[in-house]
């Protein structure tokens, strides 16, 4: 997607996320996220935009620690939210193409890096505060989930940080439904390797439409939610191995 449009989503996902949180209060459990509490994920997404925001605006080119979660609860917290929100989407509005800053998976510029990224942090745990709430959730598009599923297949599981691992090499498809993207992860005792295409058969094949499987491979959604054919223990092993810390 083009780093403008990946901006806008950011900023619509991010008044949704603290809009669901009020609703749902700091004390409601979030179901998708086992052991958190509202407050919970408001401080960890809130600390991660004013830690992207630091990079870009500042232009740090190395590795900086996060910083402390803020201790502030209720209404407060929201608004801190919403700040650090606000501060992060005009960071990347106002940065320049070439902008100079550290990353951790590769993209075509740190700027693109930094918007998709925040992106799809943001639209992840907005998808945990309307778990927390209740009732509907909010879609997105379908280019927008096929994107998040490419970045999560081929940059977060294409570094050796993956824990998806298989002692005998197989081969997982995932197949969007609504879009023409198809991809193969390769899962062996290396790497897992993804390739953006349909390499012979597969041993197991994730179908449905992009946006279920990009909450499914995010473990947002059951497996039960898409169509899982062939060696569906393989399906499970990803459901098991592929958090990201």
């Known amino acids: 997607m083009e780093t403008a449009r990946l901006i806008e989503s950011l900023f619509h996902e991010g008044q949704l996320l603290a809009a669901a949180a009020a609703e749902a209060g700091p004390d409601a459990m979030v179901p998708t996220c086992p052991d958190w509490q509202v407050r919970d994920l408001l401080r960890h997404t809130g600390t991660v935009h004013r830690w992207a925001t630091g990079f870009i605006a500042e232009g740090h080119t ?70 927390a709430r209740g009732g509907k959730p909010s879609p997105v598009t379908a280019e927008f989930a096929a994107d998040g599923i ?44 993804t390739e953006p295409s349909e390499e012979g058969p597969a041993d197991c094949e994730l179908s449905g439409t992009a946006e279920q499987l990009y909450l499914t491979l995010w473990n947002r959604l059951p497996l039960s939610a898409v169509s899982v054919a062939g060696e569906a223990d393989l399906a499970q092993l990803w459901r098991e191995m592929s958090a990201i810390g």
Do not use: K, N
Request: glycine letters at 6%; aromatic letters at 10%; proline letters at 7%.
């Open 62 to 131: 190395e590795y900086r620690p996060f910083g402390e979660h803020s201790e502030l609860d209720g209404d407060e917290l929201v608004e801190w939210f919403r700040e650090g929100h606000g501060l992060l989407v005009a960071a990347l509005s106002e940065a320049p193409a070439d902008l100079q800053c550290w990353t951790f998976m590769p993209a075509p510029s740190p700027l693109a890096f930094w918007a998709r990224r925040q992106a799809h942090e943001t639209a992840i745990h907005r998808a945990d505060a309307e778990s």
């Open 150 to 193: 490419a970045e999560l297949l081929t940059g977060f599981h294409g570094r050796s940080r993956s824990r998806v691992r298989s002692e005998a090499p197989r081969s997982l498809r995932v197949r969007p439904l609504d879009t023409d993207d198809v991809w193969t992860v390769w899962v062996s005792t290396d790497v897992p390797r």
